[in-house]
């Protein structure tokens, strides 16, 4: 089974950065597509990133590309979210996740798709 623990978060002022952390079982790094989810009160969850460890390839969604990174530490079997530039709108919880998937843009990255999930990191935006 798939373990992911989520670390990071927490209250960040707008314009400012923060990374998010997780940590996940070796089997996800080697066959899984690993990224985030976030999810804003009353909103449904998004995808925002993810990353295919063993091909070094990533996605994201339109309104992080250009502020958020992923990228991933495969010694560590770690995969970061470096947050920059935050928005007040960037306020969510956010959740590690795992799918048997590629990660690219011929993939969509889309809840219905993961296979395990972390237990969530809250952002806190603050303008």
């Known amino acids: 089974e798939v373990q992911l623990a989520e670390s990071g978060g927490g209250l960040v002022q707008a314009g400012g950065s923060t990374r998010l952390s997780c940590t996940a079982s070796r089997s996800a790094f080697d066959h899984y597509a690993i990224g985030w989810f976030r999810q804003a009160p009353g909103k449904e969850r998004e995808g925002v990133s993810c990353i295919e460890p063993s091909a070094g390839t990533t996605k994201y969604v339109d309104s992080v590309r250009g502020r958020f990174t992923i990228s991933s530490d495969n010694a560590k079997n770690t995969v970061y979210l470096q947050m920059n530039s935050l928005k007040p709108e960037d306020t969510a919880v956010y959740y590690c996740?795992?799918?048997?998937?590629?990660?690219?843009?011929?993939?969509?990255?889309?809840?219905?798709?993961?296979?395990?999930w972390g237990k969530g990191t809250l952002v806190t935006v603050s303008s």
């Open positions: 996740a795992s799918a048997v998937q590629h990660c690219n843009e011929n993939y969509y990255w889309t809840q219905d798709n993961v296979d395990y």
